[in-house]
Nanobody, 119 residues
Framework: EVKLVESGGGFVQPGESLTLSCAAS????????MSWVRQPPGKGLEWVSS????????VYIHSAKDRFIISRDNAKNTMYLQLNSLKIEDTAMYYC????????????RGQGTQVTVST
């Protein structure tokens, strides 16, 4: 059974940073592309970033380019998303999911971690 546990969210001011973590179990993490998605208040799920099984080919939603950094540690079965220069519009529940870009499996997301950016 795929299990994904997100952590690291919080309440920050615009311009600050956070690093999210995703602990994976129940599948062969080192062979799986992975993604981060988010759900802003009152809106649907939005893909944010993906990374290939070996840590290569990171891709990002246009609004996150040059601000977010996705990475993974296959030895720890963990994926990360470093959020820099946060904006109010980045406020959302963030989830990690198994799969890369359009192959992301939204149904595998965990409980999520809340990121709130506000003055």
């Amino acid at each position: 059974e795929v299990k994904l546990v997100e952590s690291g969210g919080g309440f920050v001011q615009p311009g600050e940073s956070l690093t999210l973590s995703c602990a994976a179990s129940g599948f062969d993490f080192a062979l799986s592309g992975m993604s981060w998605v988010r759900q802003p208040p009152g809106k649907g799920l939005e893909w944010v970033s993906s990374i290939a099984y070996d840590g290569s080919i990171p891709v990002y939603i246009h609004s996150a380019k040059d601000r977010f950094i996705i990475s993974r540690d296959n030895a720890k079965n963990t994926m990360y998303l470093q959020l820099n220069s946060l904006k109010i519009e980045d406020t959302a529940m963030y989830y990690c999911v198994k799969g890369y870009e359009e192959w992301a499996e939204m149904e595998t997301r965990g409980q999520g971690t809340q990121v709130t950016v506000s003055t």
